[in-house]
């Protein structure tokens, strides 16, 4: 794959997505307007100066679609409208125009595996019954056994459990996610169709960009008995992307984003082919653990897939579904994997939050395109001890409640003042927030050049104008180091080292982590330096 050009790839380098920095808003925790504990678009709305102030280029909001919320909006009841305790269709046009007008892309998260169990075509399949052109656009099957008791096959949902629930007429259809989430048939063209229309629907709308969930799920081998791989990066799955593809191209600068969880770099590059999706998220770069070998392996790869490309990487420390950043880095294994979060195991917040901060300077300088999860910003730790009564991830009551899930890095963000609900909106939030978030509302943080705040602002108000996309150069650093130059001539380097290294030489410091010792980096910091 590397070498060599990809043929037919005419990347514009000076299109807005290829370095830019994307803010991730899981709207039912960011702002809430109208006092019902749950975040909205007429919280977001009064935010926005917030976000333009933090000097973001663009804005991806988690589905913000009518869902009975079983999976926080992912369980999709229509495709074309809001949730109602979100706001309205004309308020998410208008909001996407204010966005426009303070130079923030708007970014959609389109779900195209599975939809909701109370999406109006499930409805109306379940009334059809077996063999009706309705079922046809779902995944039933008769069952196994004499009375067809038994599932079809063994899959298992990704969120525990068996993968296939029946219905009242004996029938069985396949749910990857959770049993109200049933999973479409993409072998029928009509689910292709419907989802065409649905990209010109919020195309035509104004939206910049969509956000595919699940992306490499879609296509089934459904007489398969395998595991996960008998449904994830089928082949077939690239033709479904070509065909939005074309949709993206009957508009002008649109851009299509995969979350492509696998392995194989090689693999994830397929989804970046120039008739394909134009990024995907880097989850290698966001699982890797706090070692300087093991980042500049996964940096060195993710470069080396994507350059051929023409495609810009993407660089993630965080988001919805993953632990956040200064937890994570603050624990003894500081690496990222679905199956065990590792929640409970000790973190030493300050540990973790230096790290955490010496990670954004590295992931801010690298380059192509940043994610940043709303948050993230503020160094918010995860919320390890949320009341088990109060928890919504379905990954909680699916796993036996072994695994509390991802509520814990979706607990309304902390805005202002001293006691919950932080500014957060005028009820009761959703998930409640920890009384210590006093010290780290956006009011707080803004006022002190010491805070993570400060930190992201300042970086990237700096990688606007000296960073981005491009490439890097691999400069010469001791063991534990990273260290690398960029076309601007700004340098970084990251020491994970255990000791304080020397400064390359340098004309100034553009912005450090953490404090410097004099000319030496201390151990689990990162500075952004100017050379003459
Ligand atoms: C993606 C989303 C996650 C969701 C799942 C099912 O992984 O990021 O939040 O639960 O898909 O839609």
Known sequence: ??????????????????????????????ADGNGDGVGDLAGLRTRLPYLSDLGIGAIWLNPWYPSPMADGGYDVADYRDIEPSFGTLAEAEEFIAEAHALGIKTITDIVPNHGSDQQKWFVRALEAGPGSPERERFLFREGRGASGELPPNDWQSIFGGPAWTRVADGQWYLHLFA???????????????????????????????????????????????????????????????????????????????????????????????????????????????????????????TLATHIPLGAPPTWVLSNHDVTRPVTKYGRADTSFDHADRKHGMPSDPVLGERRARAAALLAMALPGGLYVYQGEELGLPEVEDLPDERRQDPIWARSGHTDPGRDGCRVPLPWSGDEPPFGFGAGQPWLPQPPEWKALTAEVQAADPASMFTLYRTGLRLRRELLGDGTLAWLEAGEGVLAFRRESGLICVVNLGAESVSLPEHESVLLASGPLEGDRLPSDTAVWLRQA
């Not at 990809?6 to 807005?16: I, L, S, V």
């Not at 010109?200 to 939206?207: K, N, Q």
């Open 179 to 301: 049993p109200e989430q049933p999973d479409f048939n993409w072998a029928n063209p009509e689910v292709v169709e419907e989802f065409h229309d649905v990209l010109r629907f919020w195309f035509d709308r104004g939206v910049d960009g969509i956000r595919i969930d699940s992306a490499a799920l879609l296509v089934k081998e459904m007489d398969s008995e395998g595991g996960e791989e008998a449904y994830t990066d089928l082949d077939g799955v690239h033709d479904i992307y070509r065909g939005w593809r074309r949709v993206a191209e009957e508009y002008d600068d649109r851009i299509l984003i995969g979350e492509v969880w696998l392995p194989d770099q090689e693999r994830f590059a397929l989804y970046l082919r120039p008739d394909e999706m134009h990024t995907a998220f880097n989850f290698d770069f966001l699982a890797c653990a706090w070692d300087a070998a093991a980042l500049r392996r996964s940096i060195e790869e």
């Open 1 to 30: 794959m590397s070498g060599s050009t990809f043929p037919g790839a005419t990347p514009d380098p000076e299109a807005w997505w290829r370095g830019a920095a994307i803010y991730q808003v899981y709207l039912r925790s960011f």
